[in-house]
């Protein structure tokens, strides 16, 4: 069981399927992904203002964005710790892997941009994220950028979209 704590910020959309949208994506991504001890993840639901004032704080990036991540640990892409024992707090039992932020305007507009569902580009910001908590990351156009989309396709290919 994983602690996914979900905060949602101006969002004019119905928010429980966009919550369980986000709880079945992000339990799909960590399984895929062969992490099996309770992890908790802090999800900002936001609009592009909302996500621009995150990026401008936390990145010195002042504009909007479709997804920020916020590792709490610095992991390998595609290889997971030996034992979780040093990243599991104590009090909680539970591994906190990270931070993620998502604009729903920008899930909308993209959804739109590239012709598929908003379901599907939710899920896919999700997994992305989620990705980058663990490690993975696409800063280049070589072997980081393949292994991530791989990961991607792997963890997107168990989750139903319908």
């Not at 992890?39 to 996500?51: A, P, Q, R, S």
Request: aromatic fraction near 6%.
């Amino acid at each position: 069981m994983h602690k996914i704590n979900i905060s949602f910020d101006n969002v004019k959309a119905p928010k429980l399927p966009i919550t369980m949208r986000l709880r079945k994506t992000i339990a799909t991504a960590l399984q895929v992904q062969g992490v099996a001890v309770p992890c908790e993840i802090n999800v900002l639901v936001t609009t592009d203002e909302g996500i621009r004032a995150v990026n401008r704080v936390q990145r010195n990036i002042d504009k909007p964005t479709d997804v920020l991540s916020f590792p709490m640990f610095e992991l390998e892409a595609g290889r997971l710790p030996p034992s979780w024992e040093p990243y599991t707090d104590a009090e909680t039992g539970f591994v906190p892997l990270g931070d993620m932020a998502i604009s729903y305007e920008r899930v909308r507009a993209q959804a739109a941009e590239y012709g598929h569902g908003v379901k599907r580009e939710l899920s896919y910001l999700t997994v992305h994220s989620v990705l980058h908590l663990l490690g993975y990351d696409h800063m280049d156009e070589g072997i980081e950028k393949r292994q991530m989309r791989a990961a991607e396709e792997r963890i997107m290919a168990q989750l139903v979209l319908g």
